[in-house]
């Protein structure tokens, strides 16, 4: 079994995704060897769209507020 280690953030924590756009449906598609989260969006690659889809998915998958979700980089 892989051990992920999650980098503590000064609020919360900091988790890597790898984002893959244009996606059938929106999904986790697995946690990598590196321990970054591979997540499928329908949304096109523009960022800003991107980034809003992504928090929103992960709002609804981990149950916080989307203002709790922050994207710092990508």
Same mark, same amino acid.
């Given at each position: 079994?892989?051990?992920?280690?999650?980098? !503590?953030?000064? &609020?919360?924590?900091?988790? %890597?995704?790898?984002?893959?756009?244009?996606?059938?449906?929106?999904? $986790?598609?697995?946690?990598?060897?590196? !321990?970054?989260? &591979?997540?499928?969006?329908? %949304?096109?690659?523009?960022?800003?769209?991107?980034?809003?889809?992504? $928090?929103?998915?992960?709002?609804?998958?981990?149950?916080?507020?989307?203002?709790?979700?922050?994207?710092?980089?990508?």
């Amino acid at each position: 079994m892989t051990k992920h280690n999650f980098h !503590g953030g000064m &609020k919360g924590t900091a988790l %890597a995704v790898r984002v893959i756009p244009r996606s059938a449906r929106n999904e $986790i598609a697995e946690v990598m060897s590196d !321990g970054s989260v &591979k997540i499928r969006l329908t %949304a096109t690659s523009d960022d800003e769209k991107l980034n809003t889809a992504l $928090i929103s998915f992960l709002s609804g998958v981990l149950g916080v507020a989307t203002s709790k979700i922050e994207v710092i980089g990508g």
